[in-house]
């Protein structure tokens, strides 16, 4: 680990005096900071100002809103996994919020901070002088991704747990920035490109999620190299109904395996079959054709495609069984 760079701290109150912070050059939002701080004192980013969200009061609490919940930005990932309203309507998210990290983490670590999680590599995420004696890499300082020398794209992995159970339920998201405010559907706040993975603008943050009120049944599992604390070599969140022993509806949503969190599409053709042993192999197919996990972590690319397909099939199989 590397001394910080110093820095000032600023704690404002309100969303306003958040984003007049953010305009200032070299600020950086912070509210777990349980990524963000580990990153800095490897060296990764030395800015002069963190803006503290924790005290934003528009950023806090988890309200009802349209038959739906709408989450802050700032909610702890301990509250949201706690929270009665989302566990037993939204039990993806809960599962989900529960499995990352460890309980010192989840008590800091915030919605947003996950939404916003910066890309993951085994050639990023090391000690300044070990990314100095390898040319540093595509997504700081350097000119080469070491996963894909001959590209011209960083293949750095997301790895936040929360977005896979929102795709699945179709969440929305609100942001904020000089411009004013939006809302738009999760997996617009994505790109696939590892070194600029968020489409925000300058000054822009996430304020807080929109979760629909008729979400379908759902669930979220992942791979990790350890049972705790690990981020997900494959998460997988499956939204599944049923009517008259077939399956009516389906989305599939991915993460840790792609530099972007994404909704697997042509689920449309599982559509109005039996989710029988044969469904669940077309299943497990559609989700190795479209997952692309490179050499970015310890274990192997086909093993988290193959992880990925897994536990797609055996999410599915679940929610049959229960409908």
Known sequence: MEPLAPFSVVAPTSLAAALAALAEPEARLVAGGTDLMVNLRHGIGAPRTL???????????????????????AVTLAELAEDARVGGRWPALAEAARLVAAPAHRAAATVGGNLCLDTRCTFYNRSAWWRAANGFCL???????????????CHAAFSGDLAAPLLAYGATVEIAGPAGARR?????????????????????????????PQPLPARYAKARARQAIDFPLAGVAV???????????????????NASPFLLAGVEALTGAVPDAAWREQLGKLVQKQVTPMRTTLLAAQYRRR???ALAMRLAAGLAGEA
């Open 139 to 153: 997504k700081h300082r350097g000119s080469v991704c070491h996963v894909a020398p001959t590209g011209n794209r």
């Open 51 to 73: 803006v503290d969200a924790r005290g934003v009061a528009e950023l806090r609490g988890i309200a009802a809103q349209g038959g739906g919940l709408a989450i802050g930005a």
């Open 184 to 212: 738009q559907p999760l997996g617009a706040l994505y790109r696939e490109d590892g070194a600029a993975h968020l489409t925000l603008a300058a000054g822009e943050i996430v304020t807080s999620v929109q979760l629909p």
């Open 239 to 257: 939204a599944l109904g049923m009517a008259a022993g077939k399956v009516a509806a389906l989305r599939v949503a991915l993460t840790g395996t």
């Open 307 to 309: 992880a990925a397909a």
